[in-house]
């Protein structure tokens, strides 16, 4: 089993800059991919990014290209989400998760407890 940790949300101006990082213990051998997704009140959870863990490979999307960049460290057991040109838009509670590369949260068996992006002036 894997637990992960997610921090660095907080609030920001538009145009503003923020990094997550999610942190994994347990079972990370066996660990495929990890991704973001967000959550904003009243909307479903939605796919952000995806980063395959054992090899080359990131996945966007759309609304997030350009701006958001995916990393990982797997000597630290770590994963990033670099947030630049921060839009009111981006407001929403970020969750990390593992599990099977995909673009759908039922992909995913291992979650956060997600961290607050407020984009605001």
């Known amino acids: 089993q894997v637990q992960l940790v997610e921090s660095g949300g907080g609030l920001v101006q538009p145009g503003g800059s923020l990094r997550l990082s999610c942190a994994a213990s347990?079972?990370?051998?066996?660990?495929?991919?990890m991704g973001w997704f967000r959550q904003a009140p009243g909307k479903e959870r939605e796919f952000v990014a995806a980063i395959r863990w054992w090899a080359r490979g990131t996945y966007y999307a759309d609304s997030v290209k350009g701006r958001f960049t995916i990393s990982r460290d797997n000597a630290k057991n770590t994963m990033y989400l670099q947030m630049n040109s921060l839009k009111p838009e981006d407001t929403a509670v970020y969750y990390c998760?593992?599990?099977?590369?995909?673009?759908?949260?039922?992909?995913?068996?291992?979650w956060g407890q997600g961290t607050q992006v407020t984009v605001s002036s």
């Open positions: 998760a593992a599990g099977r590369l995909a673009t759908t949260p039922r992909e995913y068996d291992a």
């Open positions: 347990g079972r990370t051998s066996s660990m495929n991919a």
